[in-house]
Each structure stands twice: as structure tokens, then as C-alpha cells.
């Protein structure tokens, strides 16, 4: 019997899309449904990579997550990765298809649709309820001819779409409305109702509001969601990052994450916010200030973020820091920058043959075609500065890069050991003699708690701070907590009469 489904649209970016079909993955599979997300289109640069070695949105890996099943490629088999202003590399169920100009891909995209309706005929074969979310929004007419993530993927499988409106941005009623204008009869049909997302004060002073959108489209506000900060699940949209640039210091620890231009998987260190540390997000000098560990994290676009660090004054900023004592650490395309050059002679990634480092790590980059999409497990060999007391700790994590670097005389950082096509053997990342200069491909490493809470704790003993007990709220409490809000706030009798055509619980 094929699934129940279920679309979540947004009027815009960055309205919650995302974290609401999270939520409700997580309400779903505490109800005893079989369930799983989907999204025919992502365009992201934060993303995770599958038990089989495919890379999907980092946002769907999480959604599987919370719904307690495992990721795959057919819960989004077409991923873009903005390389430039116009120009993305394209993922087809997981590897690398092309990169295509944006006039390239809309011309494209008619190829994807059969992919596309493959990927959620299997997942509804499998499962009890697909939730499916779009991407952008449903009225944007300039692209609607070509799009392949909206009401084209609900007009598909005859899916109720549930429209998401953010009203911390301001307008949402006339955003509602006028996205309800924009849609074909067939399309305002499908919309079964709303949801408005990230309120903050009184909801009795919202009610005239809710009362007259009924009122004027027919359709029912299934619920107001609360704006919340205390919950940490990884986002796909590097819009959210921009309300984290400047933040009080409420932990006892200063994070300064370098927010690239390009920045990607920055998901890796929502962990660390739940370690009592305070996490920034700096772009320039004056936002960078003198905090206890600076972070150089992944990025789509090593040379051109490398060059916007060179031009922005951090690089030579960063470098300073690391000779008054500051730890680094760096992260794929991060790892990649602290070496002394990298060399892009085929013109992979940049029309730049090479490049000089931050030389902070006696490595060096090459870039060729060749992507490495996999997980790990590996093992701590060094013994020393942030690393102290972890060395043959085993910790999990995931590789996605292009580019091979070559340790010239630094001390390599972790053995990988296996992957999930059996052990290996080889060796991973990069520190200084001091022990206070770390690089590695490897992302998640910060999700292994005890690894996180140990380095952690090294760093506030080489600066003198109090240490601290680990964090308290894993992820899976997170995904439970967010079901909660979600369910006191959002009518899910009705969500469910929606869903399976009948009442529920």
C-alpha cells in the first residue's frame, strides 16, 4: 500500500521548512508510523554522506535521524552545491553528475523529473508516511516552468501541502496571501492549511490576524510556533548563521568561527554550543577579537575563501593569534588553508594554479577530479596540546572533499581505520609541534561527545579556566524536544485528519 504524504512549503527561505518536517519525522515515529522525509531538490552546502558512501542534504540526514531510520540518496536525489554567484556543482543521486550555470541547470532539469518520481515511488513503497519538503517557495513565476521542487513534486503524488510563514521577519500574513494569489487553482487547492512559524509575545494580539487570513483564504492556521534558540538541530541554510555573528559570551569558553564566504558542514560544531562554549560566527577583524579557539571551517570554494581571508586582513590576524598561544583548528577545506600551498593545476576548483597557505601546518594540497565521499571510524595518534590524554580514542565521522593533502613533516592526527566497506589503513589531518595547530578532513568528529568534552577541557586548562562536566542534551533529546513544542503548538488531530484522511489519536 503506498504512503500517506504530506509537503511542507514555505513563502520563502529560511522560514523553517526544515525544522518543522523535522519535527514532525519525530512526531510521526513516536506515533508508531514508518516514516521518512524527502526533498527532490536541495540546494545546500551543508551535507552528510551516507552509509554507501552518497552525499545527500545535510538537513535530510537529519530528518532521517529524528524519524529513526537511516539516510539515503532517495530522500533528496538531486543536491546543488553553489561553487560561484551563477554556478553549482550538481549531485544526482549522490555523486557528481556536472556543473552547470544556472541558465545550464534550468535546461537540465527536465532530465531529473524521472529520478525524481523513481526516488519517492520507492520511498512510499516502503513506508507508512513521506513527508515531503519544498524548497524557496511555490511562487516564485520566473522559475516555475522549470521547477522540480514544489508544486510540481505535490501535483505528483497528490500531496496536502501545509504552508510555512515566518513572522520574526515581518509580513507573513500579506506573504501568505500573496503566495496563495501566485498559485493556479489546482495548486491553492492543494494547500490545506498554514503554519506560522518563530512568534515571539502575547498570541492573544496575533488572533485578529489568524482570525481575518482564515477568513480571506478559506483555509485554517493549523498552529503558531515559538521562537526558540535552546534547541541545536543542524540547518541546511547558512541564513540562520547570520542572527550567531555576534553573540554574548554566556559560555566559558570563546569559539570564534571564521564564516566564510562558502562555508559548508558548519553544522560540525552546533555540538560544541551544547559544551558550554560560546560559538561566534566572525567575517572580519573587528568581530574576530581574542577568543580561546579559532575555527577554520569547511568551504565549497577553498582558494577563493582563502584569498577572502588574505584580502580581509584575518589571515594574518588568525597567524598572530596562533603566536600568542590561540588554538587552532581547521576543518576540510580549513585543514586544506592551514597548510603552506595549495595547487590547482587542472583548474578544479579556481583558475588559480597555486596558492600560498596560512603555513601553519607543514602540509600541501592538490586538487584533482576525484571526490572522497565517506564515512569513518579512526583512531587518535598524537598525544599532545588539545589532543593531550586522547590519543587511541576511536571517534566516527565523515569525509567529503576534493583535493589530496600530503603531510610533509607534521604528525598526522588520526589512523582511519574503517569505513563502511571494511577496515583501512591510512592516515588523516595534521598537528604542530606545539600540539595548539590541528587541521583534518574529517567533519562530525565534534558529535563524539566524550572526544569533544575531553579536547575541550584541554583547551580550558592551557587557559586556565575551571573545567567543566559534558554537556547534558544529546541529540536525540533534542529531536524530542522539539516533537514537543511542535505538538503543543500545531493542531495534530487536524494534521492528521490531513494526512490520513481520518481522525488519529
Do not use: W
Not at 519525522?25 to 506515533?31: A, G, L, V
Not at 508516511?129 to 522540480?148: D, T
Not at 487570513?213 to 485554517?220: A, E, I, M, N, Y
Amino acid at each position: 500500500m503506498p504512503a500517506n504524504t504530506l509537503m511542507i512549503q514555505g513563502t520563502a527561505s529560511s522560514v523553517g521548512k526544515s525544522i518543522i518536517v523535522t519535527g514532525l519525522c519525530r512526531i510521526f515515529r513516536q506515533d508508531g508510523f514508518r516514516v521518512a522525509p524527502f526533498k527532490a531538490q536541495n540546494m545546500a552546502l551543508n551535507s552528510f554522506v551516507t552509509r554507501e558512501g552518497d552525499e545527500i542534504g545535510r538537513a535530510q540526514a537529519v530528518q532521517a535521524e529524528a524519524a529513526g531510520i537511516e539516510p539515503s540518496v532517495l530522500m533528496n536525489p538531486v543536491l546543488l552545491k553553489p561553487e560561484a554567484e551563477d554556478r553549482s556543482q550538481v549531485i544526482v543521486l549522490g555523486k557528481v553528475a556536472k556543473n552547470l550555470r544556472a541558465t545550464q541547470y534550468y535546461s537540465y532539469t527536465p532530465r531529473l523529473l524521472r529520478i525524481i518520481e523513481d526516488s519517492l515511488s520507492r520511498l512510499c513503497s516502503t513506508y507508512d508516511i513521506v513527508i515531503i519538503e519544498g524548497a524557496g517557495s511555490p511562487a516564485e513565476i520566473n522559475l516555475k516552468e522549470k521547477e522540480i521542487a514544489n508544486m510540481r513534486i505535490a501535483k505528483m503524488v497528490n500531496a496536502p501541502v501545509l504552508l510555512v510563514g515566518d513572522i520574526d521577519r515581518g509580513g507573513v500574513f500579506a506573504s501568505i496571501i500573496g503566495t496563495l494569489e501566485l498559485l493556479t487553482e489546482v495548486e491553492r487547492d492543494l494547500i490545506k492549511g498554514f503554519i506560522i512559524n518563530k512568534f515571539r509575545g502575547d498570541l492573544n494580539l496575533l488572533k485578529p490576524g489568524l482570525n481575518l487570513l482564515q477568513r480571506r483564504s478559506g483555509k485554517p492556521v493549523l498552529g503558531v510556533i515559538p521562537h526558540f534558540r535552546d534547541i541545536i538541530v543542524a540547518q541546511e541554510d547558512s541564513v540562520y548563521l547570520e542572527d550567531r555573528r555576534i553573540r554574548p559570551v554566556d559560555g566559558n569558553l570563546d569559539v570564534a568561527i571564521i564564516h566564510l564566504p562558502h562555508i559548508s558542514n558548519y553544522d560540525d560544531f552546533d555540538a560544541l554550543e551544547r559544551q558550554q562554549c560560546t560559538v561566534r560566527y566572525v567575517t572580519n577583524i573587528s568581530e574576530l577579537g581574542n577568543p580561546d579557539l579559532v575555527i577554520l571551517p569547511g568551504t565549497k570554494s577553498t582558494v577563493a575563501d582563502l584569498i577572502y581571508l588574505q584580502q580581509q586582513g584575518l589571515a594574518s590576524a588568525i597567524i598572530k593569534l596562533v603566536k600568542s598561544g590561540t588554538p587552532v583548528i581547521g576543518i576540510c577545506g580549513g585543514y586544506q588553508m592551514l597548510g603552506k600551498s595549495i595547487h590547482d593545476p587542472a583548474g578544479v576548483e579556481s583558475n588559480q594554479s597555486s596558492i600560498a597557505g596560512l603555513g601553519l601546518l607543514d602540509v600541501t594540497t592538490v586538487f584533482n577530479h576525484d571526490k572522497t565521499t565517506t564515512q569513518v571510524k579512526a583512531r587518535l595518534t598524537t598525544n599532545k596540546g588539545l589532543l593531550k590524554t586522547l590519543k587511541n580514542m576511536e571517534v566516527a565521522g565523515y569525509e567529503i572533499h576534493m583535493g589530496r593533502t600530503t603531510n610533509l613533516n607534521s604528525e598526522p592526527v588520526f589512523q582511519i581505520v574503517a569505513t563502511p566497506g571494511g577496515s583501512a589503513d591510512y592516515f588523516d589531518g595534521a598537528i604542530n609541534h606545539t600540539g595548539l595547530v590541528v587541521g583534518t578532513y574529517l567533519h562530525g568528529i565534534f558529535h563524539n561527545t566524550e572526544f569533544t568534552h575531553r579536547l575541550l577541557n584541554n583547551l580550558r586548562q592551557l587557559r586556565g579556566l575551571p573545567q567543566t562536566p559534558a554537556g547534558t542534551m544529546n541529540v536525540q533529546e533534542a529531536y524530542d524536544k522539539l516533537a514537543d513544542i511542535i505538538r503543543q503548538n500545531l493542531d495534530m488531530r487536524l494534521v492528521y485528519r490531513i494526512v490520513l484522511g481520518t481522525n488519529y489519536g
